[in-house]
């Protein structure tokens, strides 16, 4: 991936040697959550999650001192990923008439406070619509790549981060709600329908600015989209079930199967249509 050289977001903080009061107790958290959450978690749960990892008082190891050269860069990447998202999303909104409020961007180590309650970095990446902010661990890229099978490469990172991006979008143009709404009166069960459908619209979203960023920066490089994709396959419901408890349960998934993350974030690569963002939400289920 070109990114090197772009402008950096100032809507970027970097909190990986900010202490907090709360301190999660040990190593070894939780990969189970880790799957489960990845980049979807619902931000009501966070706080049992944090229960659930043994919260304790005292000192996390590895939390003094300056940022090593290569935090430094991973903060010069991430900073210019996100100004990528601004300025594409700020041209797209402004094509139909409308003013994009870019979201913030918390990088952390360990646990993060959040406007949607404490986070160990066993959830994954996610977008809190509370703050309007993306909370992200840059180790979980070790994880996806070491654990799940995902790939590392720098674009494999910016999708991710265009997917969290791609929630704040959804949270602007009123999907988010929407979704919300229906968690309230359907049982588990349906309603997981609705999230898979937020997550794969997030996916299209992703391959959308993709598509414009592209046009914009020329930021793609060979193999870029292969290694998305290897990603994205690597974090479908199915794979994570059965890597985790050993078979897959479809009324279970929350984010949709590995071909039709590939798939949604793919199409939304290739045409860049924003016309088609309800129609995610329309379509019989069976044909996502
Ligand atoms: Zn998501």
Request: aromatic residues 10%.
């Amino acid at each position: 991936m070109r990114w090197q050289g772009g402008e950096q977001s100032e809507n970027l903080e970097d909190r990986r040697r900010t202490a907090g009061p709360v301190m999660l107790g040990g190593g070894g958290l939780l990969v189970l959550v880790v799957v489960a959450m990845l980049f979807g978690v619902d931000p009501r749960k966070l706080n049992q999650l944090v229960n659930q990892a043994q919260v304790g008082q005292g000192n996390a190891a590895g939390q003094q001192g300056e940022l090593s050269p290569q935090e430094l860069e991973q903060q010069k990447f991430m900073g210019t990923i996100l100004r990528f998202t601004e300025v594409v999303w700020g041209d797209q909104f402004r094509k139909v008439g409308k003013q994009y409020e870019p979201p913030k961007m918390v990088l952390f180590s360990q646990r993060v406070q959040t406007g949607c309650g404490v986070a160990p970095s066993a959830v994954g990446p996610f977008y809190c619509p509370a703050d309007r902010t993306v909370y992200l661990d840059p180790t979980f890229f070790e994880e996806l790549a070491q654990k799940l099978g995902g790939s590392k490469s720098e674009f494999s990172q910016a999708y991710v981060i265009a997917h969290e991006i791609g929630h704040h979008v959804q949270n602007l143009l009123g999907y988010s709600d929407l979704v919300d709404q229906q968690r309230q009166r359907l049982p588990e069960g349906e309603f997981n329908q609705w999230s898979v459908r937020l997550e794969l619209q997030a996916d299209y979203l992703a391959g959308v600015w993709a598509h414009y960023g592209q046009e914009k920066f020329n930021f793609i490089e060979a193999g870029d989209v292969e290694s998305a994709i290897t990603s994205a396959n690597a974090i479908g419901d199915d794979r994570l079930q059965k890597s985790q408890v050993g078979f897959t349960s479809p009324e279970k998934y929350t984010h949709g199967t590995s071909k039709q993350r590939i798939s949604w974030f793919t199409r939304g690569l290739q045409t860049g249509d924003l016309s088609r963002l309800d129609e995610i939400f329309k379509m019989p289920y069976e044909r996502l």
